[in-house]
């Protein structure tokens, strides 16, 4: 219960009042962050934990760069072309299981216990969505593990009257709708951590998404000091 503590708490101090206002749309969630995406989310297709065709990868064999690709591309058939490994399908797959594709290939090839790295350099099969006081609004690629801070900066950053206080972030979690309210500049104060960001993300930066979720919260100006997580009714 500490999250409900702490944002009553917030509440009390900043607006002298007597409690949060249940507006009908939301709910409070006794949690001390957005809740990540499960594995069930991923087995639905709701966000994509694999790779698809147009995304880029780097795979480096240690020790062996002729047979690395800084580079390479995933095709609209879903397969990339790797020296000596060949054309292999990696569409639908993780880097892991790519990477493990690769080190079989190899070793039948006759190289001996290769090591091997794959990882996302761009992902366009994996994408966010940034809305609202951000300097380029739209959607966005996301490259390995990104964060609300650097998704952010994907977008050129927070427009010149932007309200830093305001950023909520909508996520989906199995059949349930959920959002969060977070504070930049608490982010950028270390007062708690930049929160990880996943596929199918909408980030909006500004009041008007706060005002209408939020409508107690948003009327101060204190820097909020936990994320505020909300189930969407």
Known sequence: MRSLVVILGLVLTACSSPGLVDTGRVAIVTADALPAPTEADFADGLRRSTLGPGDTLSVVVFGLPELSAE??????????????AGVLTASGKTPSEVSGEVFARLR???VRDPRIAVNIVESVSQTVTL???????????IPGRP???RAIARAEGTTADANPNHVVVFRTIGTKRMAALYDLRAI?????EDPSIYPNDVIVVGESAARRLFPLIAQTASVLVTPLVYLLR
């Open 71 to 84: 580079r390479v591309v995933i095709d609209s058939n879903g397969e990339l072309a790797l020296p000596v």
């Open 108 to 110: 039948a090839s006759g």
């Open 131 to 141: 809305d609202g006081e951000v300097r380029r609004p739209g959607i966005y690629p």
């Open 147 to 149: 964060t609300m801070l």
């Open 188 to 192: 950028r104060m270390g007062a708690y």
